[in-house]
């Protein structure tokens, strides 16, 4: 599967944006799909998950309350809905596609077979 994320850019802190991440390629809602991100020098971190159905979501600690994920399988995309944005969220913000059959943890990198190529975030103070 393809994914193509899109979305990101400038913003004042209390801000909000909606990322969006379009999969082509295969069977949508065959993959369970997550949000993470990644600032320069520093690891990829989670920042959110769905299940292929939208029955299960998850959350970093960082951002619940805050961002809304979301999926829509009759447009094969998954979205990110940030408010409350803080300078700390600024990063390059990345889609990750796993098989609905997987059992592997949510929140990990390792998990993900297929990922986008990022879209940057900023959030000035």
């Known amino acids: 599967v393809q994914l193509q994320a899109s979305g990101g850019g400038l913003v004042q802190a209390g801000g909000s944006l909606r990322l969006s991440c379009a999969a082509s390629g295969r069977t949508f809602s065959s993959y369970h799909m997550g949000w993470f991100r990644q600032v320069p020098g520093k690891e990829r971190e989670f920042v959110a998950a769905v299940s292929w159905s939208g029955g299960r979501i998850y959350y970093a600690d960082s951002v619940k309350g805050r961002f809304t994920i979301s999926r829509d399988n009759a447009k094969n995309t998954v979205y990110l809905e940030m408010n409350s944005l803080k300078p700390d969220d600024t990063a390059v913000y990345y889609c990750?596609?796993?098989?609905?059959?997987?059992?592997?943890?949510?929140?990990?990198?390792?998990?993900?077979?297929?990922w986008g190529q990022g879209t940057q975030v900023t959030v000035s103070s």
């Open positions: 990750a596609a796993k098989s609905s059959r997987s059992t592997t943890a949510w929140n990990t990198i390792t998990s993900y077979d297929y």
